[in-house]
């Protein structure tokens, strides 16, 4: 909880320095924004005898300020992280309240299961943007697993397939959420974890990530045939690789 909100008050930051120096970069956007909020100013003084004029004046001059600083690309950005940030605490706020978990907090099992060999070339699988993903809801010959998730609190499961004896992959990108990789003995294993702020388990050992990307190996992986190479980049979030 209080990570999350120093690095969303560390961009907030960051935005903000942009606005300031996106806007004096802008000399006709900051002469408009001098001048409209003076303007607005004035007329908020003379509130007590404002008439139907000064009213008018009031709102077109704040209506303009409020354009000149949309206009800002930064500000658009701002607001976009702030909006992102209120959802999203939002939800596990009211997730705490009433009982229920929040979208990332959902379990995406990932159940792998085999059948006879088919065609690789052209396959196309769809993946939700929040919550669970099921892959390996059905049964179906393992592949390389290649996916995107925004939010969502994530399982893997390798128990139920036989990887091949080559180099085996699971690249994942994913925006908020914690992922765990069941893998059973006698599999190698490598994984690559990227995170902007998150923890990488792996054999024991913890690991923490503030904007870094690691590298960790199994003993066995250059002896081992079966391999499987984990590739994994998180802005907020751990993996955990779990031997079973």
Known sequence: MKNSWKLFLIIEL?????????????????FCTVV????????????KRRGAF????????????????????????FLT???????????ELSGSLFGTQN??????????QTEEPSEKSGKRAKHNWFG??????????????NFFIFAGDTIIDLGNTLLPKTDNVIMMRKGFGRTRILVPQGIAISVIGSSLNGKLTFEGQTY?????TMNVYSEDYDTNDRRIKIVSSTLLGDIEVIRT
């Open 81 to 91: 992280v702030t909006l992102l940030f209120i959802v999203l605490k939002g939800a």
């Open 208 to 212: 923490s990530l503030f904007n870094e």
């Open 54 to 77: 000064h009213q008018f004046i009031f709102v077109s001059s704040i209506l303009l300020l409020i354009f000149c600083l949309f206009s800002i690309p930064a500000t658009w950005l």
């Open 36 to 47: 409209l909020g003076f303007i607005s100013s004035m007329e908020v003084k003379k509130k």
């Open 14 to 30: 960051a935005l903000l320095l942009l606005f300031l120096w996106q806007i004096f970069h802008e000399p006709n956007v900051l």
């Open 103 to 112: 979208i990332w907090m959902k379990k995406g099992i990932h159940i792998i």
């Open 132 to 145: 669970n993903q099921h892959i390996g809801d059905h049964v179906y010959e393992w592949d390389d697993l």
